[in-house]
């Protein structure tokens, strides 16, 4: 399993509930399509974090890189009704900082602890 984050400002001009009713149909599509298994948006609580924290954090999760791959295939060949699914919700995103996590320590890392 994989996590990308994608940490999230709105423009100035995006209103939170229509990004989190576009956010819904666009993840949905692609767990539809089988390229995410999972996914999740939050919305930072009573504007506490630090200088760098964003408003959302988008959570999305795959089953391994190849997973990863597809999604990201998928949005750049998906036709019309994705990039208008995907447009949707960039049109209104400003500032986004994404990052990749899995959990750890993992068992390819837990593997090869063992043998040390």
């Known amino acids: 399993m994989n996590l990308y984050h994608c940490s999230i400002d709105l423009r ?5 509930m229509s ?10 599509a692609l767990q539809a399509q089988g ?9 930072r609580k009573l504007g506490f ?19 990863l791959d597809q999604a990201f295939r998928f949005i750049g060949s998906g036709g019309d009704q994705v990039e208008k699914l995907h447009n949707s919700v960039h049109q209104m995103v400003g500032e986004v900082d994404v990052a990749l ?6 068992p390819e890392r837990a593997e090869r602890m063992a043998f040390v």
Do not use: T
């Open 12 to 16: 100035d001009s995006a209103k939170a």
């Open 19 to 28: 990004f989190a009713v576009a956010m819904e149909a666009w993840m949905n």
């Open 35 to 43: 390229v995410i298994l999972s996914w999740r948006l939050c919305r």
């Open 49 to 67: 974090g630090g200088p760098r924290a964003r408003d959302f954090l988008l959570e999305i999760e795959v089953e391994d890189m190849a997973q």
């Open 101 to 106: 996590y899995r959990p750890f320590p993992d």
